[in-house]
């Protein structure tokens, strides 16, 4: 990945409910679980992925909303429901990043889940203040060791991709 970091939001669909398919999927409205608020990115795009399936297909797309835990809420929910097809979970990089953060889950990111598609990569930026000394992120990180403390910073939630601007105070 070099030095950028790219968040790769993931369509998910049940393990099983590709079977679904052959009997003349889908035959009634899919549910499309987001687990973060609406008006956010990832709400935003899936809300997009399902008016074009609901146009596609001619069969609704719900966009449900449960945010929570780091978007984990989702994903617990999508993983209980049945692997029909229609419950699907609209991924984003912070359920990859919850297995090694959070010690029970409730759910199994590689067994209760098979991909779909990737809908899109969203790069993540570093940014501070133009009169913070520091010019690179090793400069940052020896100015951090230099001045602990001095130094704040923003993210988007315990075990999540930072996609806020690091914010320094002085």
């Known amino acids: 990945m070099g030095s950028r970091q790219r968040w790769v939001v993931l369509l998910v ?3 099983g409910g590709v079977g679904a398919q052959a009997q003349g999927y889908p035959a009634k409205p899919v549910r499309i679980l987001v687990g973060f608020a ?68 409730g759910y199994d990111i590689e067994r209760d889940f098979a991909p779909i598609t990737v809908v899109s990569e969203v790069s993540n930026v570093l940014a501070a203040h133009p009169s913070l000394p520091a010019r690179s992120v090793k400069e940052l990180i020896a100015l951090a060791k230099a001045k602990p403390g001095a130094l704040t910073y923003a993210t988007s939630g315990v075990g999540s991709p930072s996609t806020s601007p690091a914010r320094c105070s002085r």
């Open 38 to 105: 609406p008006g956010g990115g990832t709400d935003i795009m899936a809300r997009a992925v399902g008016a074009k399936m609901t146009e596609s297909v001619k069969q609704q797309f719900v966009i449900e909303n449960r945010p929570g835990a780091n978007a984990n809420l989702a994903a617990k929910l999508a993983a209980e429901a049945p692997a029909d097809g229609y419950t699907i979970l609209f991924m984003s990089v912070a359920h990859i990043m919850s297995k090694p953060v959070y010690r029970n889950l």
């Open 13 to 15: 669909l049940l393990v």
